[in-house]
DNA sequence: GATCCGTGGTT
DNA sequence: TAACCAAGGAT
């Protein structure tokens, strides 16, 4: 047993939000919606869709008896919608490889589309309490300081990191799976990114970060994410169009929205691509 | 393995 | 206010 173990325990017993998908009557397919949702998107984001989602399409059956298009226009403005398509891919497998319930199996876990690394742990861990590393962005940084002693991880994952989280794991499967949903909480609300909250931190007598006194971050700089005129705010603009529209959209109405005629059509094409949106015959455009 | 993929709150 | 960043995955 780790030093850090039961003072994170305690503190998850305490202080755990009281999140839809972490109530007892949750069932793995909310787990699995929720994961989805909150990748790369901050919880407060997610709460009201997610309950709309789960309230329209409680099993994965439901979802994957409608067009992606309708999952793509419910997914409204949380961002990445090509998860949108994935969570949807995803029910139709599920009800074509595993008869429609979420398997609990880690591999056919991360066989689904939109299921990843962590993705696959997390819903094996949280939604059928098995013991797995759950290794996410708030994990990654509260290591990085109680043990590493440095502000922040590296820019991926790096199997020193994935070998450190896999020794920290506890043996018993339950502990193991309140450690990895405890460890992630403090990440959340506590060891934040930017000023983090040492004073109300359970382990913060054990952290190697504030030992060595709050060393800066000096890892090579984090790339910037630019958004004004690039591809991405592009795709969003016209898909934002398609997805407040009640039918197909003329050409005319995504022209109105993108001035740069030559990325415009670029976007468009990739949405097509992708899968996000359709071309009729008519010309026009619509979610798919 | 580097790059691409949305959105909006926070500082 | 511009920068940062939030439960990653696919290619």
Known sequence: MSALHEPVLRWYDAHARDLPWRRPEASPWSVMVSEL??????VSRVLPVHEQWLERWPTPADLAAEPTGEAVRMW???GYPRR?????????????????????DHAALLALPGVGDYTAAAIASFAFG??????????RRVLARTVGGVELPAAHVTKAEKEAAAELLPEDEATAATWAVGVMELGALVCTAARPRCTECPVASL?????????AYDGPPRRV????????????RLLAVLRDADGPVHPSRLEA??????????????LVEDGLAVRTDAGTYALP
Request: hydrophobic residues 40%; glycine residues 10%.
């Open 130 to 139: 098995q013991r797995h590393v759950v290794l996410d962005t708030n994990v």
């Open 207 to 215: 952290c190697a970060w504030r030992s060595a006194g709050y060393p």
């Open 225 to 236: 994410q630019t958004w004004a005129g690039t591809d991405r705010q592009c795709r969003g």
């Open 76 to 78: 409204g403005r949380l």
């Open 84 to 104: 949108a398509l994935r969570l949807h891919a995803a029910a139709t497998a599920i009800v074509e490889r595993h008869g429609g319930e979420v398997p609990a």
């Open 37 to 42: 949702m909150l990748q790369q998107t901050p």
């Open 257 to 270: 929205i993108w001035a740069e005629e030559a990325q415009r059509a670029r976007c468009l094409a990739g």
